[in-house]
């Protein structure tokens, strides 16, 4: 088949650098994996120019128009590729001029949705923030133009994936995608994995990625996140309340903020690194303990899988997607991860006090196995009694058992092919 028999696929929103986590991640692992495959002529656009700009509230009224001028640029390079499906995150401006042209004209282009999890333009924390009465009234209108474009977008879009049912029922709720969600899995049969016509709804999850750590690496970092500074809740209280509990704990967070914002957070004595690359991300996770994920909006969180198939122990919010993947898993019962009710951040310091404690306390023992083992293993030609043989080889029956941090995962979370093989499946059957 020639390269221009090939349908053209457009994945508006892949990251121009590469992203620690989140949905740039899945755009940018998605859209590679199908070019690998070659199934479909894939064209990358970037769509995040603006963002820096958007992260300062504070200016929107000065920084609108140049946002709205360099998001329509986005979208006609975009436009410009024409394609036959067009793959468009469900968040931000750049996809609903995106949307708007292509239905204006090239309406043959099939409009696919990507909807992570719901969130508004402008965060109400946000607005509160805002000083002007006016900027915060003009601040309030725009979000609520863009929320009703967004409406528009998702209802008048030909198919949406979602990486979880907690998505799928968000969508639902808020913004009326009533028809019967489509979860695509493998063991599904032609005759019973065909669509209905209203059926657009397709549960394609999303995987992370398998990271290489050093092993060896100095544990000096008690706690760690990964997350966009505005999804965290209570991350001041929590950490007022586990500098009581162990004054001399510390805490590093990476991720996308404002500059104010990082300093804010430096102020408090918590390390924001702000956004960093792939290799200092596998650095910091090579040194630290155990993950804090205090986020408040989530449709999967990449980054606490990432965490959980290192092998870290995670406290995280009771949210709804969190109790759908793990509440019942064998992660949760094992004390590997800890969901606390929302809010309550007294007992999510306490959780995490406990997780390190107990990472400190398996690293002595597994130094104390490997003592032993080494001790052994040196003398092996000087007798040793049957009572020392039997401690030793309890020892390693120990090692052996001890479950592997992808076998705890393996249960909750699929690899990338799994999840690219599910939206070439979905996309399939708009071609």
Same mark, same amino acid.
């Given at each position: 088949m020639r390269k %221009?028999?090939?349908?053209?696929l457009l994945v508006f929103g892949y990251p121009i650098e590469a992203a620690p986590v989140g949905g740039l991640l899945w755009s940018r692992r998605v859209s590679d994996s199908i070019s690998k495959l070659g199934v479909l002529d894939v064209k990358n656009v970037s769509s995040e120019r603006s963002i820096d700009?958007?992260?300062?509230?504070?200016?929107?009224?000065?920084?609108?128009?140049p946002c709205l001028i360099m998001d329509f640029y986005d979208a006609v390079r975009g436009f410009i590729t024409l394609p036959q499906i067009a793959l468009l995150d469900s968040w931000g401006e750049p996809s609903i001029f995106l949307w708007a042209l292509l239905r204006l004209f090239h309406p043959r282009t099939k409009i696919v949705v990507i909807f992570h999890h719901y969130e508004p333009r402008i965060l109400p924390d946000r607005l509160s %923030?805002?000083?002007?009465?006016?900027t915060r009234a003009f601040a309030k209108w725009y979000s609520s133009i863009i929320e009703k474009l967004t409406h528009m977008m998702i209802n008048d879009s030909d198919m949406?994936?979602?990486v979880s049912r907690t998505s799928a029922r968000q969508l639902s709720y808020f913004y009326g995608i009533t028809s019967k969600i489509h979860e695509i899995n493998k063991e599904q049969t032609e005759e019973n994995s065909a669509p209905l016509a209203s059926?657009?709804?397709?549960?394609?999850?999303?995987g992370a990625d398998k990271l290489t750590i050093d092993i060896h690496a100095q544990k000096d970092i008690d706690f760690f996140c990964i997350a966009r500074i505005e999804k965290l809740d209570g991350v001041d209280s929590i950490w007022s309340a586990l500098k009581k509990l162990r004054p001399n704990t510390n805490f590093v967070i990476i991720g996308r903020a404002s500059l104010k914002e990082i300093n804010h957070v430096k102020s408090l004595g918590i390390n924001h690194k702000g956004e960093v690359s792939h290799q200092e991300k596998v650095n910091l996770y090579s040194r630290s303990k155990v993950f804090l994920f205090p986020s408040s909006r989530e449709g999967f969180g990449i980054a606490l899988a990432e965490s959980l198939q290192l092998g870290m122990s995670a406290v995280i919010w009771k949210l709804p997607v969190f109790e759908e993947l793990y509440l019942n898993s064998t992660m949760a019962k094992e004390g590997v991860i800890r969901l606390v009710e929302r809010g309550n951040y007294e007992?999510?310091?306490r959780q995490a006090i406990e997780a390190l404690e107990l990472y400190d306390k398996r690293t002595t023992v597994k130094s104390t196995q490997r003592s032993l083992a080494t001790s052994y293993s040196s003398s092996s030609s000087t007798p040793v009694s049957s009572e020392g043989n039997k401690k030793v080889a309890t020892v390693s029956v120990l090692e052996l058992a001890e479950k592997k941090p992808e076998e705890h995962v393996r249960e909750i979370l699929q690899s990338w092919d799994d999840v690219v093989g599910k939206v070439v499946k979905a996309l399939s059957e708009l071609i």
């Open positions: %221009e028999e090939i349908p053209r700009a958007k992260l300062n509230t504070n200016q929107i009224l000065r920084n609108i128009l %923030e805002l000083k002007s009465h006016f949406i994936l979602t059926d657009k709804v397709r549960v394609v999850g999303t007992s999510f310091a």
